[in-house]
Nanobody, 127 residues
Framework: QVQLVESGGGSVQAGGSLRLSCAASGYTYSTYCMGWFRQAPGKEREAVAQIDSDGSTSHADSVKGRFTISVDNAKNTLYLQMNSLKPEDTALYYC?????????????????????WGQGTQVTVSS
């Protein structure tokens, strides 16, 4: 079993920065697809960024140039660096992982393909 624990959320003013972390524990594989998702009140959960174990990344158009996904394999930790935050970035942010296959190489892996999810960390951006 794998556990994912997010941290780093908080409240910031527009233009500020936050770095989210997602620590993975339990039995993990060297090949994986890991991602960050967010869900705002009344909206569906959406993909923000994903990273494949081969190092390739994808970012949603809404966050390109502002957010960066990365992973420290030695620490089994996933990160999301968020800069130039906007009020519309306010949401509950989740990390997710699927071990064994990668991200598939074409677009975002569907939410249903992820096996493991964290509990979420709240990000609130005020104007």
């Amino acid at each position: 079993q794998v556990q994912l624990v997010e941290s780093g959320g908080g409240s910031v003013q527009a233009g500020g920065s936050l770095r989210l972390s997602c620590a993975a524990s339990g039995y993990t594989y060297s090949t994986y697809c890991m991602g960050w998702f967010r869900q705002a009140p009344g909206k569906e959960r959406e993909a923000v960024a994903q990273i494949d174990s081969d190092g390739s990344t994808s970012h949603a158009d809404s966050v390109k140039g502002r957010f960066t996904i990365s992973v420290d394999n030695a620490k089994n930790t996933l990160y999301l660096q968020m800069n130039s935050l906007k009020p519309e970035d306010t949401a509950l942010y989740y990390c997710a992982a699927v071990y064994g296959p990668g991200c598939g190489g074409g677009g975002f892996l569907p939410l249903s393909e992820y096996n493991y999810w964290g509990q979420g960390t709240q990000v609130t951006v005020s104007s």
